[in-house]
T-cell receptor, first 117, second 109 residues
């Protein structure tokens, strides 16, 4: 089966511009997660969708970040306006079962590298 | 591109037995991170290894980074039921970060 795909793989934008990252989870996966990895630091959770609903968005840094998941399929993460500190790698991940199913396996995408200059 | 292979995919152990998961990268890494994900939870950062041949310990967990900085291992001594979860490695190369597929550990009481 196809894995989690993310687009774009790399993006360089100027401070103040807008960037939209897209994630296509594995087909049939209810859970979709966004994470961010600022260089030199560990990965940080941003938010979690269960189907089209935001289950947990406690990791979103501020209101410049907006995540959506249309129809419970793909998701977008928009940063507007981008700031220098938003640079990093944004990972998307998905897993099949909602809830704390012990059989859940989380699959990561290859990440979207964002550089804000 | 950089690929990180993690084995085994699954491991079932009796409580008290040891457990090891391995990550091998197709390219030399700058550093490697290890994470643990409990069932239903998020990956939680465990440790970062940076130096060639580095060995770090956290209680019953021992992390190693190979001399060539292309492989790493996580070893748990005398597993406990609280060790259940999926262990991921994340390799950092030149402008590339790659997660292993994880090793799911089950501990039988």
């Amino acid at each position: 089966e196809a894995g989690v795909t993310q687009f774009p793989s790399h993006s360089v934008i100027e401070k103040g511009q807008t960037v939209t990252l897209r994630c296509d989870p594995i087909s049939g996966h209810d859970n979709l997660y966004w994470y961010r990895r600022v260089m030199g630091k560990e990965i940080k959770f941003l938010l979690h969708f269960v189907k089209e609903s935001k289950q947990d968005e406690s990791g979103m840094p501020n209101n410049r970040f907006l995540a959506e998941r249309t129809g419970g399929t793909y998701s977008t993460l928009k940063v507007q306006p981008a700031e220098l500190e938003d640079s990093g790698v944004y990972f998307c991940a998905s897993s099949r079962w909602a809830g704390g199913h012990s059989g859940n396996t989380i699959y990561f995408g290859e990440g979207s590298w964002l550089t804000v200059v | 591109g950089q690929q990180v292979m993690q084995i085994p995919q699954y491991q079932h152990v009796q409580e008290g037995e040891d457990f090891t998961t391995y990550c091998n990268s197709s390219t030399t890494l700058s550093n490697i991170q290890w994470y643990k994900q409990r069932p239903g939870g998020h990956p939680v950062f465990l440790i970062q290894l940076v130096k060639s041949g580095e060995v770090k310990k956290q209680k019953r967990l021992t992390f190693q980074f190979g001399e060539a900085k292309k492989n790493s291992s996580l070893h748990i001594t005398a597993t406990q039921t609280t060790d259940v979860g999926t262990y991921f490695c994340e390799g950092a190369g030149s402008y590339q970060l790659t997660f292993g597929k994880g090793t799911k550990l089950s501990v039988i009481p």
